[in-house]
């Protein structure tokens, strides 16, 4: 009879602190694409410079219903209000968590390859859904978000980056045009 075999333990390498998703992991879903968020967007930026919005800082409701019936004419879908107001506010949080990011010391961003630079450690310090969307890649309608979410005039020195639109927009969906490089700090 043979002799029992010893189980010994194989060594594993301990899994990474964070595994990386690309944006569209956190922004989109089957649904939902970067196209329609493109679109939706870009409704919500004409209206807003056209100064359609609340005292709250978000489109008002005739700004939604306008960018409701160009998306859904746009792609031929018959997405219900409910829909676009949730969109509404995940455009909120991207915009506040991106802002966040941006006023936090020791913050440098890359405008030119639209990428946040910030001490590892301070990432975990940041709670919110949307802060590992930016780990790699800045928000790529930053132009378009502050100037449908900011109070008044738009934060200076923030929103200066390369506005997105479908026609810059490469084929992958991503900006192909780029600034320069700043530093944002307290």
Request: aromatic letters at 12%; hydrophobic letters at 35%; proline letters at 7%.
């Amino acid at each position: 009879m043979a002799a029992p075999q010893q189980n010994h333990p194989i060594p594993v390498a301990p899994a990474p602190p964070f595994a990386p998703h690309p944006q569209r992991h956190y922004f989109y879903n089957t649904t939902w694409t970067k196209r329609h968020d493109n679109a939706f967007i870009q409704a919500l930026y004409y209206q807003a410079l056209k100064g359609h919005r609340q005292l709250s800082r978000t489109p008002n409701m005739h700004s939604l219903n306008h960018a409701r019936r160009l998306v859904n004419a746009c792609f031929n879908f018959n997405f219900k209000y409910v829909v676009f107001k949730r969109r509404l506010e995940r455009l909120c949080l991207r915009y506040t968590t991106f802002k966040t990011i941006l006023v936090s010391p020791g913050v440098v961003w890359d405008r030119q390859r639209n990428v946040v630079l910030f001490d590892e450690g301070r990432w975990n310090d940041l709670a919110n859904e949307f802060v590992n969307a930016y780990r790699f890649e800045g928000e790529p309608d930053w132009k378009e978000l502050s100037a449908i979410f900011s109070t008044g005039r738009p934060e200076q020195g923030l929103n200066d980056p390369v506005a997105i639109s479908s026609d810059k927009a490469n084929s992958d969906g991503e900006n192909a045009e780029g600034s320069d490089e700043s530093t944002i700090s307290d």
